[in-house]
Protein backbone atom coordinates (compact mmCIF):
# COMPACT_ATOMS: atom_id res chain seq x y z
CA UNK A 1 0.00 0.00 0.00
CA UNK A 2 0.80 3.91 -0.41
CA UNK A 3 0.83 5.67 2.35
CA UNK A 4 0.49 9.55 1.24
CA UNK A 5 0.47 12.80 3.04
CA UNK A 6 0.47 16.19 2.29
CA UNK A 7 2.38 18.27 4.68
CA UNK A 8 0.88 21.33 3.09
CA UNK A 9 -2.71 20.58 4.39
CA UNK A 10 -1.72 21.66 7.69
CA UNK A 11 -0.19 24.94 6.52
CA UNK A 12 -0.40 28.29 8.51
CA UNK A 13 -3.28 30.77 7.12
CA UNK A 14 0.41 32.46 5.93
CA UNK A 15 1.01 29.68 3.70
CA UNK A 16 -1.97 29.67 1.33
CA UNK A 17 -1.35 33.69 1.39
CA UNK A 18 2.15 34.16 0.31
CA UNK A 19 1.28 30.93 -2.83
CA UNK A 20 -1.34 33.00 -3.96
CA UNK A 21 1.23 36.33 -3.98
CA UNK A 22 3.53 34.17 -6.02
CA UNK A 23 0.82 33.05 -8.52
CA UNK A 24 -0.59 36.93 -9.01
CA UNK A 25 3.45 37.73 -9.88
CA UNK A 26 4.10 35.22 -12.27
CA UNK A 27 3.88 37.42 -15.00
CA UNK A 28 7.20 39.10 -14.16
CA UNK A 29 8.29 36.14 -12.08
CA UNK A 30 11.77 35.96 -14.02
CA UNK A 31 13.70 35.08 -10.81
CA UNK A 32 11.58 32.82 -9.74
CA UNK A 33 11.75 30.39 -12.67
CA UNK A 34 15.91 31.28 -13.54
CA UNK A 35 17.08 30.77 -10.21
CA UNK A 36 14.78 27.07 -9.72
CA UNK A 37 16.76 24.74 -8.92
CA UNK A 38 15.18 21.10 -8.62
CA UNK A 39 17.57 17.58 -7.48
CA UNK A 40 17.29 14.09 -6.46
CA UNK A 41 18.38 12.36 -3.97
CA UNK A 42 18.19 8.42 -4.16
CA UNK A 43 19.27 7.04 -0.79
CA UNK A 44 19.75 2.80 -0.79
CA UNK A 45 19.56 2.06 2.75
CA UNK A 46 20.19 -1.29 4.62
CA UNK A 47 20.67 -1.83 8.33
CA UNK A 48 20.95 -4.99 9.88
CA UNK A 49 20.70 -5.17 14.15
CA UNK A 50 21.46 -7.90 16.59
CA UNK A 51 19.74 -7.07 19.74
CA UNK A 52 22.06 -9.41 22.09
CA UNK A 53 20.42 -8.93 25.57
CA UNK A 54 16.90 -8.77 26.79
CA UNK A 55 13.56 -10.63 26.42
CA UNK A 56 11.63 -8.29 24.31
CA UNK A 57 11.28 -9.71 20.59
CA UNK A 58 12.48 -8.61 18.24
CA UNK A 59 15.92 -10.04 19.02
CA UNK A 60 17.38 -9.66 15.08
CA UNK A 61 16.12 -6.90 12.71
CA UNK A 62 16.71 -6.10 9.36
CA UNK A 63 15.43 -3.85 6.58
CA UNK A 64 16.22 -2.87 3.44
CA UNK A 65 15.22 -0.17 1.25
CA UNK A 66 15.01 2.48 -1.72
CA UNK A 67 14.32 6.24 -0.69
CA UNK A 68 13.83 8.84 -3.15
CA UNK A 69 14.15 12.42 -2.11
CA UNK A 70 12.82 15.42 -4.88
CA UNK A 71 14.01 19.11 -3.58
CA UNK A 72 12.65 21.50 -5.69
CA UNK A 73 13.60 25.42 -4.67
CA UNK A 74 12.61 28.26 -6.74
CA UNK A 75 13.73 31.30 -6.80
CA UNK A 76 12.90 34.60 -5.64
CA UNK A 77 10.06 37.01 -8.17
CA UNK A 78 11.27 40.81 -8.51
CA UNK A 79 11.24 43.49 -6.49
CA UNK A 80 11.97 44.84 -2.98
CA UNK A 81 9.47 42.19 -1.33
CA UNK A 82 10.36 38.61 -3.23
CA UNK A 83 8.17 35.52 -2.79
CA UNK A 84 9.00 32.10 -3.97
CA UNK A 85 7.73 28.46 -3.29
CA UNK A 86 9.86 25.54 -2.26
CA UNK A 87 8.59 21.58 -1.85
CA UNK A 88 10.27 18.24 -1.25
CA UNK A 89 8.71 14.98 -2.33
CA UNK A 90 9.56 11.64 -0.54
CA UNK A 91 9.19 7.76 -1.24
CA UNK A 92 11.14 5.08 0.28
CA UNK A 93 10.22 1.23 -1.18
CA UNK A 94 10.52 -1.91 0.86
CA UNK A 95 13.34 -4.38 -0.71
CA UNK A 96 13.76 -6.70 2.16
CA UNK A 97 12.30 -7.24 5.47
CA UNK A 98 9.33 -9.32 7.29
CA UNK A 99 7.07 -9.79 10.17
CA UNK A 100 9.89 -11.63 11.86
CA UNK A 101 12.78 -8.81 11.03
CA UNK A 102 10.85 -5.69 11.42
CA UNK A 103 11.93 -3.49 14.20
CA UNK A 104 8.20 -3.24 15.46
CA UNK A 105 6.11 -6.19 14.80
CA UNK A 106 3.67 -5.94 17.64
CA UNK A 107 3.04 -2.04 16.36
CA UNK A 108 3.73 -0.81 20.04
CA UNK A 109 6.26 1.49 18.42
CA UNK A 110 5.64 4.14 15.76
CA UNK A 111 7.68 2.21 13.15
CA UNK A 112 10.53 0.54 12.44
CA UNK A 113 14.53 1.26 11.63
CA UNK A 114 13.53 2.41 8.11
CA UNK A 115 9.73 1.22 7.76
CA UNK A 116 6.45 2.27 9.05
CA UNK A 117 4.70 -0.59 10.67
CA UNK A 118 1.74 -2.48 8.34
CA UNK A 119 -0.18 -5.21 9.69
CA UNK A 120 3.17 -5.79 11.67
CA UNK A 121 5.29 -5.97 9.00
CA UNK A 122 7.03 -3.23 7.18
CA UNK A 123 5.39 -1.66 4.84
CA UNK A 124 5.96 -1.97 1.14
CA UNK A 125 6.01 2.02 0.63
CA UNK A 126 5.08 4.97 1.74
CA UNK A 127 5.43 8.74 0.92
CA UNK A 128 4.95 12.46 1.49
CA UNK A 129 4.97 15.60 0.20
CA UNK A 130 5.65 18.92 1.89
CA UNK A 131 5.17 22.52 0.25
CA UNK A 132 6.76 25.97 1.81
CA UNK A 133 6.22 29.40 0.70
CA UNK A 134 8.85 32.06 1.53
CA UNK A 135 9.19 35.83 1.38
CA UNK A 136 12.57 37.40 1.17
CA UNK A 137 13.29 41.34 2.23
CA UNK A 138 16.75 42.25 1.77
CA UNK A 139 18.54 39.36 3.84
CA UNK A 140 15.84 38.50 5.70
CA UNK A 141 13.62 35.40 4.60
CA UNK A 142 10.27 34.17 5.99
CA UNK A 143 9.34 30.21 5.11
CA UNK A 144 6.04 28.85 6.26
CA UNK A 145 5.09 25.12 5.94
CA UNK A 146 7.50 22.40 5.70
CA UNK A 147 10.73 23.17 7.59
CA UNK A 148 14.09 21.49 8.03
CA UNK A 149 15.78 22.85 10.73
CA UNK A 150 19.15 22.21 11.94
CA UNK A 151 19.84 23.96 14.72
CA UNK A 152 20.96 23.49 18.06
CA UNK A 153 17.41 23.35 19.84
CA UNK A 154 15.88 21.28 17.38
CA UNK A 155 17.63 19.32 14.63
CA UNK A 156 15.53 17.19 11.63
CA UNK A 157 17.30 13.88 11.43
CA UNK A 158 17.15 11.28 8.25
CA UNK A 159 17.63 7.70 7.37
CA UNK A 160 16.56 6.60 4.12
CA UNK A 161 13.78 9.76 4.56
CA UNK A 162 14.08 13.31 5.93
CA UNK A 163 12.61 14.20 9.03
CA UNK A 164 10.08 17.67 8.05
CA UNK A 165 8.75 20.12 10.95
CA UNK A 166 5.35 21.80 10.30
CA UNK A 167 5.79 26.04 10.93
CA UNK A 168 7.00 29.27 10.19
CA UNK A 169 10.50 30.67 10.56
CA UNK A 170 12.13 34.01 10.51
CA UNK A 171 15.77 34.20 9.56
CA UNK A 172 17.68 37.48 9.40
CA UNK A 173 21.47 38.00 8.26
CA UNK A 174 21.01 41.90 7.30
CA UNK A 175 23.45 42.74 10.47
CA UNK A 176 26.86 42.01 9.33
CA UNK A 177 28.06 38.48 10.83
CA UNK A 178 24.98 37.82 12.31
CA UNK A 179 22.31 35.52 11.55
CA UNK A 180 18.85 35.86 13.69
CA UNK A 181 16.34 33.08 13.81
CA UNK A 182 13.30 32.64 15.69
CA UNK A 183 10.01 30.50 14.50
CA UNK A 184 7.53 27.87 16.05
CA UNK A 185 6.99 24.73 15.12
CA UNK A 186 3.01 22.28 15.31
CA UNK A 187 4.31 19.05 13.94
CA UNK A 188 6.37 17.03 12.86
CA UNK A 189 6.48 14.11 10.41
CA UNK A 190 8.95 11.33 11.15
CA UNK A 191 11.96 9.94 8.75
CA UNK A 192 9.60 6.56 8.57
CA UNK A 193 6.16 7.65 8.53
CA UNK A 194 3.92 9.79 6.63
CA UNK A 195 1.53 11.22 9.73
CA UNK A 196 2.08 14.26 11.39
CA UNK A 197 1.88 14.53 14.87
CA UNK A 198 2.44 16.67 18.30
CA UNK A 199 6.22 17.30 19.37
CA UNK A 200 6.78 14.83 22.89
CA UNK A 201 10.21 14.51 24.89
CA UNK A 202 11.84 10.87 26.44
CA UNK A 203 9.85 9.44 29.01
CA UNK A 204 6.29 10.82 28.07
CA UNK A 205 6.13 9.38 24.09
CA UNK A 206 4.85 6.65 24.63
CA UNK A 207 3.00 5.35 21.34
CA UNK A 208 -0.41 4.61 23.63
CA UNK A 209 -0.19 6.59 26.64
CA UNK A 210 2.03 9.14 25.65
CA UNK A 211 1.16 13.04 26.12
CA UNK A 212 2.21 15.35 22.63
CA UNK A 213 1.56 18.96 22.24
CA UNK A 214 1.66 21.43 19.27
CA UNK A 215 3.56 24.17 20.24
CA UNK A 216 7.55 24.70 20.03
CA UNK A 217 9.00 28.31 20.03
CA UNK A 218 12.59 28.96 19.66
CA UNK A 219 15.33 31.93 18.85
CA UNK A 220 18.28 32.49 18.51
CA UNK A 221 21.83 34.14 17.11
CA UNK A 222 24.91 32.79 15.72
CA UNK A 223 27.82 35.72 15.57
CA UNK A 224 30.78 35.19 13.66
CA UNK A 225 32.86 37.13 16.17
CA UNK A 226 35.85 36.83 13.85
CA UNK A 227 37.11 34.08 10.70
CA UNK A 228 37.75 31.39 13.32
CA UNK A 229 35.73 32.25 16.02
CA UNK A 230 31.68 31.26 16.07
CA UNK A 231 29.37 32.18 19.34
CA UNK A 232 26.23 31.46 19.58
CA UNK A 233 22.64 31.88 21.93
CA UNK A 234 19.71 29.51 21.51
CA UNK A 235 16.21 29.85 23.43
CA UNK A 236 13.91 26.93 23.53
CA UNK A 237 10.22 26.48 24.53
CA UNK A 238 8.07 22.63 24.40
CA UNK A 239 4.93 23.85 25.59
CA UNK A 240 4.56 21.97 28.95
CA UNK A 241 6.98 20.02 28.98
CA UNK A 242 10.66 22.21 29.06
CA UNK A 243 12.61 25.13 28.69
CA UNK A 244 16.30 25.18 26.95
CA UNK A 245 18.98 27.32 26.91
CA UNK A 246 21.82 26.80 24.54
CA UNK A 247 25.42 28.31 24.73
CA UNK A 248 27.85 27.37 22.21
CA UNK A 249 31.40 28.72 20.68
CA UNK A 250 33.73 27.12 18.46
CA UNK A 251 36.78 28.04 17.44
CA UNK A 252 39.57 27.49 15.02
CA UNK A 253 43.17 27.98 15.97
CA UNK A 254 46.38 27.10 13.20
CA UNK A 255 48.72 25.30 15.91
CA UNK A 256 51.85 24.10 14.06
CA UNK A 257 51.24 22.09 10.61
CA UNK A 258 47.46 21.53 11.82
CA UNK A 259 44.52 23.17 12.97
CA UNK A 260 43.28 22.93 16.35
CA UNK A 261 38.77 23.42 16.59
CA UNK A 262 37.16 23.74 20.08
CA UNK A 263 34.34 22.82 20.22
CA UNK A 264 31.73 23.90 23.95
CA UNK A 265 28.32 23.38 23.90
CA UNK A 266 26.20 23.75 27.05
CA UNK A 267 22.00 23.31 27.37
CA UNK A 268 20.30 24.03 30.64
CA UNK A 269 16.41 22.82 30.48
CA UNK A 270 14.02 23.45 33.11
CA UNK A 271 10.55 22.10 33.35
CA UNK A 272 7.24 24.09 32.06
CA UNK A 273 3.76 23.91 32.63
CA UNK A 274 2.61 20.51 33.21
CA UNK A 275 5.62 18.86 33.42
CA UNK A 276 6.42 20.78 36.51
CA UNK A 277 3.21 18.40 38.29
CA UNK A 278 1.61 16.29 35.96
CA UNK A 279 3.24 12.93 36.35
CA UNK A 280 2.09 11.84 32.91
CA UNK A 281 4.26 15.09 31.32
CA UNK A 282 7.13 13.73 33.27
CA UNK A 283 11.08 12.67 31.77
CA UNK A 284 13.39 10.07 32.30
CA UNK A 285 15.56 10.03 35.03
CA UNK A 286 16.18 8.63 38.41
CA UNK A 287 14.91 11.29 41.53
CA UNK A 288 15.54 7.98 44.80
CA UNK A 289 13.02 6.03 46.47
CA UNK A 290 12.00 3.76 43.91
CA UNK A 291 10.79 6.75 41.40
CA UNK A 292 11.79 6.77 37.70
CA UNK A 293 10.62 9.58 36.65
CA UNK A 294 10.34 13.72 37.27
CA UNK A 295 9.92 17.24 35.77
CA UNK A 296 12.89 18.19 34.03
CA UNK A 297 15.90 19.25 35.77
CA UNK A 298 19.38 18.81 33.99
CA UNK A 299 22.30 20.82 32.59
CA UNK A 300 24.39 19.45 29.52
CA UNK A 301 27.70 20.43 29.42
CA UNK A 302 30.03 19.48 26.71
CA UNK A 303 33.73 20.37 25.15
CA UNK A 304 35.13 18.40 21.94
CA UNK A 305 38.77 19.36 20.51
CA UNK A 306 39.65 18.31 17.10
CA UNK A 307 43.35 18.65 15.59
CA UNK A 308 44.11 18.38 12.28
CA UNK A 309 47.28 17.71 10.60
CA UNK A 310 47.43 16.29 6.98
CA UNK A 311 45.32 13.29 6.81
CA UNK A 312 45.06 12.75 10.41
CA UNK A 313 41.80 13.80 12.06
CA UNK A 314 42.69 13.25 16.11
CA UNK A 315 39.41 14.34 18.94
CA UNK A 316 38.66 13.90 22.29
CA UNK A 317 36.08 14.87 24.15
CA UNK A 318 34.12 15.18 27.74
CA UNK A 319 30.44 15.25 28.62
CA UNK A 320 28.71 15.84 31.57
CA UNK A 321 25.35 15.53 32.74
CA UNK A 322 23.77 17.27 36.18
CA UNK A 323 20.68 18.24 37.72
CA UNK A 324 17.81 15.39 38.52
CA UNK A 325 16.63 14.59 35.18
CA UNK A 326 18.06 13.08 32.00
CA UNK A 327 19.02 15.81 29.44
CA UNK A 328 15.79 16.40 27.10
CA UNK A 329 15.52 16.92 22.97
CA UNK A 330 12.54 17.28 20.68
CA UNK A 331 11.60 13.08 20.71
CA UNK A 332 8.38 11.97 19.66
CA UNK A 333 9.78 8.12 19.70
CA UNK A 334 9.86 8.02 16.11
CA UNK A 335 13.72 8.42 15.51
CA UNK A 336 15.18 12.00 16.24
CA UNK A 337 18.97 13.50 16.12
CA UNK A 338 19.85 15.77 19.06
CA UNK A 339 22.66 18.10 19.00
CA UNK A 340 24.94 16.91 21.47
CA UNK A 341 28.55 15.76 21.13
CA UNK A 342 27.95 12.08 22.39
CA UNK A 343 25.08 11.57 19.22
CA UNK A 344 25.94 8.30 17.78
CA UNK A 345 24.52 5.38 15.63
CA UNK A 346 22.79 4.03 18.33
CA UNK A 347 23.11 5.89 21.47
CA UNK A 348 23.38 9.36 22.89
CA UNK A 349 24.74 9.07 26.46
CA UNK A 350 22.47 12.01 27.89
CA UNK A 351 21.18 10.09 30.87
CA UNK A 352 21.31 11.60 34.49
CA UNK A 353 24.48 11.89 35.94
CA UNK A 354 26.52 10.30 32.96
CA UNK A 355 29.92 11.26 32.64
CA UNK A 356 31.59 10.74 29.17
CA UNK A 357 34.49 10.78 27.48
CA UNK A 358 34.99 10.22 23.57
CA UNK A 359 38.22 9.94 21.44
CA UNK A 360 38.12 9.74 17.38
CA UNK A 361 40.31 9.30 15.02
CA UNK A 362 39.18 10.05 11.07
CA UNK A 363 41.78 9.29 8.03
CA UNK A 364 41.91 10.65 4.33
CA UNK A 365 42.84 8.22 2.06
CA UNK A 366 43.67 10.93 -0.84
CA UNK A 367 46.88 10.84 1.29
CA UNK A 368 47.83 7.77 -0.13
CA UNK A 369 46.55 8.14 -3.79
CA UNK A 370 42.62 6.91 -3.38
CA UNK A 371 40.53 10.68 -3.42
CA UNK A 372 37.32 9.95 -2.00
CA UNK A 373 37.86 7.21 0.14
CA UNK A 374 37.36 8.38 4.32
CA UNK A 375 37.49 6.54 7.61
CA UNK A 376 36.22 7.17 11.25
CA UNK A 377 36.31 5.50 13.94
CA UNK A 378 34.72 6.82 17.62
CA UNK A 379 35.12 5.50 20.99
CA UNK A 380 32.51 6.62 24.03
CA UNK A 381 32.46 4.87 27.51
CA UNK A 382 29.96 6.76 30.23
CA UNK A 383 29.80 6.39 33.74
CA UNK A 384 27.76 7.73 36.76
CA UNK A 385 24.58 7.13 35.29
CA UNK A 386 21.75 7.32 38.43
CA UNK A 387 19.63 4.14 38.63
CA UNK A 388 17.51 2.71 41.44
CA UNK A 389 20.34 0.22 42.16
CA UNK A 390 23.52 2.31 41.88
CA UNK A 391 25.38 3.95 39.28
CA UNK A 392 25.72 2.40 36.02
CA UNK A 393 28.26 2.19 32.69
CA UNK A 394 27.32 2.11 29.14
CA UNK A 395 30.15 2.53 26.13
CA UNK A 396 29.95 2.51 22.11
CA UNK A 397 32.07 1.95 19.66
CA UNK A 398 31.29 3.31 16.00
CA UNK A 399 33.08 2.79 12.65
CA UNK A 400 32.54 4.22 9.46
CA UNK A 401 34.37 3.42 5.69
CA UNK A 402 33.23 5.66 2.63
CA UNK A 403 34.00 5.95 -0.90
CA UNK A 404 32.59 8.83 -3.43
CA UNK A 405 33.17 8.52 -6.64
CA UNK A 406 35.38 11.52 -8.08
CA UNK A 407 34.81 11.39 -11.44
CA UNK A 408 32.88 10.15 -14.76
CA UNK A 409 29.52 9.05 -15.10
CA UNK A 410 28.92 7.69 -11.45
CA UNK A 411 30.50 11.08 -9.78
CA UNK A 412 29.27 12.25 -6.48
CA UNK A 413 27.98 8.66 -6.02
CA UNK A 414 28.85 7.54 -2.17
CA UNK A 415 28.94 3.92 -0.19
CA UNK A 416 29.08 4.67 3.34
CA UNK A 417 29.81 0.97 5.31
CA UNK A 418 28.81 1.45 9.40
CA UNK A 419 29.60 -0.53 12.14
CA UNK A 420 28.25 0.06 15.72
CA UNK A 421 28.39 -1.83 19.36
CA UNK A 422 26.74 -0.48 22.23
CA UNK A 423 26.95 -2.51 25.66
CA UNK A 424 25.00 -1.10 28.72
CA UNK A 425 24.68 -1.72 32.24
CA UNK A 426 21.40 0.62 32.27
CA UNK A 427 18.19 -0.90 33.53
CA UNK A 428 15.71 -1.91 30.32
CA UNK A 429 18.27 -0.78 27.87
CA UNK A 430 19.89 -3.33 25.49
CA UNK A 431 23.63 -4.34 24.09
CA UNK A 432 23.07 -4.11 20.55
CA UNK A 433 25.50 -4.00 17.65
CA UNK A 434 24.46 -3.02 13.80
CA UNK A 435 25.31 -2.93 10.57
CA UNK A 436 24.66 -0.55 7.82
CA UNK A 437 24.92 0.00 3.75
CA UNK A 438 24.28 3.76 2.58
CA UNK A 439 24.58 3.91 -1.05
CA UNK A 440 23.74 7.48 -1.83
CA UNK A 441 23.52 9.01 -4.97
CA UNK A 442 22.22 12.94 -6.00
CA UNK A 443 21.05 13.85 -9.55
CA UNK A 444 20.57 17.30 -10.32
CA UNK A 445 17.62 17.52 -12.12
CA UNK A 446 18.17 21.54 -13.39
Known amino acids: MVLLNRAANRAPTLLAGLCGLVIAQQSNAE ?5 STASILARNFFSNA ?3 SGAADPNYTQEWGQGFILNFKSGYTPGTVGFGVDAIGMLGIKLDSGKGRHYNPSGTAYNGNIFPTDDGRAADEFASLGATAKMRVAKTEIRAGALVPMLPVVMS ?3 MLQQTFNGEQIQSK ?3 NFTFTAGQLDSVKGRGSTNQMGMSIPGANSRLTGKFVHKFQYAGVDWKAN ?8 YGNLENFYTQHFLGLVHNWKVGPGTLRSDLRYFNNSADGKDNNDPDYYTAGYYGDGVTKGKVDSQLSSALFTYQVGPHTLAAGYQQVTGDSDAVWLNQGDGSTAYFMTESMIGKFQRAGERTWQV ?8 MGVPGLTFLGMYESGSGIHTATGDKREWERNLTLAYTVQSGPAKDLSVALRHASLRTEFPGARDQDEHRVIVTYPINLF
Not at 31 to 35: H, L, P, V
Not at 227 to 234: R, S, T
Request: charged fraction near 35%; avoid cysteine; hydrophobic fraction near 30%.
Open 50 to 52: DNR
Open 360 to 367: RYGYDFAA
Open 31 to 35: GFIED
Open 157 to 159: TDR
Open 227 to 234: PNLLLQYY
Open 174 to 176: DLR
